[in-house]
């Protein structure tokens, strides 16, 4: 018999209000709270041309901003499948986002953090295939560290203060 049934599923909404559980983008959720507020700074090269661009479709690309996110990003690749002959097949891109989110006006940082992850890609084709493969998993892993960044500000960002 399992322990999880429909009858958990009806009680959940319950547990979830009794805790002050309150979704993200309903309404008067905090995902409201930062939407067309935030401008981003401005992209330094092609990653974070799509970090930026990624932040922008979830926050909003502010007319009026009232804060300014700035980022640094640092990213690597290590390989991790390695043949017997010693070639290397399959690499991981990773990378590291630290932010502050800070008041436009007055300067008070109002959310610091990071956030990581990787992704992965084949080198075993040609060139070009292992060249198109690379990009293709930076800018996943730019879509990732985006969304995480987004998430955590949505999830800690207490604007009432």
């Known amino acids: 018999m399992s322990l999880f049934d429909r009858r958990s599923l009806l009680l959940m909404p319950l547990a979830f209000a009794a805790c002050g559980f309150e979704p993200v983008y309903g309404p008067g959720g905090g995902g409201e709270a930062l939407y067309g507020k935030v401008r981003v700074d401005a992209p330094e090269g092609v990653n974070t041309y799509y970090l930026v661009r990624r932040l922008e479709e979830q926050l909003g690309r502010s007319t009026a901003p009232v804060y300014r996110l700035s980022m640094v990003l640092e990213i690597g690749i ?10 290397i097949t399959n690499y991981s891109v990773t990378g590291t986002i630290t932010y502050d989110l800070r008041e436009i006006d007055g300067g008070r940082s109002v959310e610091t953090g990071n956030v990581t992850n990787f992704t992965g890609y084949s080198a075993t084709g040609n060139t070009a295939e292992t060249l198109a493969a690379q990009r293709d998993a930076r800018e996943r892993l730019m879509v990732i560290l985006a969304d995480q960044v987004v998430r955590r500000l949505n999830a800690t ?3 009432s203060s």
């Open 78 to 87: 290590q390989g991790q499948a390695i043949t017997p002959s010693g070639s």
């Open 157 to 159: 960002v207490d604007l």
